[in-house]
Structures are given as structure tokens and as C-alpha cells.
């Protein structure tokens, strides 16, 4: 069964970290490209940050320097580690994997960034 579950979301203050986790089932995961995408309401989703399947990582604007994306494929996990969170990084985030086999979508994890 293809699936992505992520977990690590939850309320953090501002200024607080969080680390975000996705695991993948039923995928071709060290050939996949691994995104995290992030949707507020009201608002498009838009691409947060990505790690392709030979490691290069690209990011959005508003989370250089605070964000890291990371992988690893000996458990079929990518990670999303997010420093120095400010209230405009709240929203619902998506995992998504991509590669030759396909794409899929998790069903998301939920963070609140609020004093």
C-alpha cells in the first residue's frame, strides 16, 4: 500500500522548533523526490521546501535559513526541521513523494505557531 504519514505537528510559541517526519510505505523511497508542502487557510498551498533522491534541496524564501530538509532512506523517512517558527508558518503540512512510480500525498500534520 502506497502511504505517507507525517507526524510531528503541534503547537510551539514563536520563536520554538519543531521537527516533522514522514515515513513512506510501498514506494521506490532512495528514487523518490521528497517535498514538504504547508497550506494556511485561505491560502494556496504552496511548496515549503524539497530534497530530490540524490539529496539536493531547494526551499522556499520565506524559511531559508530557518528550515531544513533532510532524508533518510535507510528508514524511508524524510524530515522537516523548522527553527525560529513565527506565527505565519502556521498551517497544515503536506508530505508529498514523486518519481517514476508515481506521486502521492500524506494526509497532513498540523502546526500552530502561537504565544
Known amino acids: 500500500q502506497v502511504q505517507l504519514v507525517e507526524s510531528g505537528g503541534g503547537l510551539v510559541q514563536p520563536g520554538g522548533s519543531l521537527r516533522l517526519s514522514c515515513a513512506a510505505s510501498?514506494?521506490?523511497?532512495?528514487?523518490?523526490?521528497m517535498n514538504w508542502y504547508r497550506q494556511a487557510p485561505g491560502k494556496q498551498r504552496e511548496l515549503v521546501a524539497a530534497?530530490?533522491?540524490?539529496?539536493?534541496?531547494n526551499y522556499a524564501d520565506s524559511v531559508k535559513g530557518r528550515f531544513t530538509i533532510s532524508r533518510d532512506n535507510a528508514k524511508n523517512t524524510v524530515y522537516l526541521q523548522m527553527n525560529s517558527l513565527k506565527p505565519e508558518d502556521a498551517a497544515a503540512y503536506l508530505c508529498?513523494?514523486?518519481?517514476?512510480?508515481?506521486?502521492?500525498w500524506g494526509q497532513g500534520t498540523q502546526v500552530t505557531v502561537s504565544s
Open positions: 530534497i530530490t533522491s540524490g539529496g539536493f534541496t
Open positions: 508529498h513523494a514523486a518519481g517514476r512510480w508515481g506521486s502521492v
Open positions: 510501498g514506494i521506490i523511497f532512495s528514487l523518490s523526490d
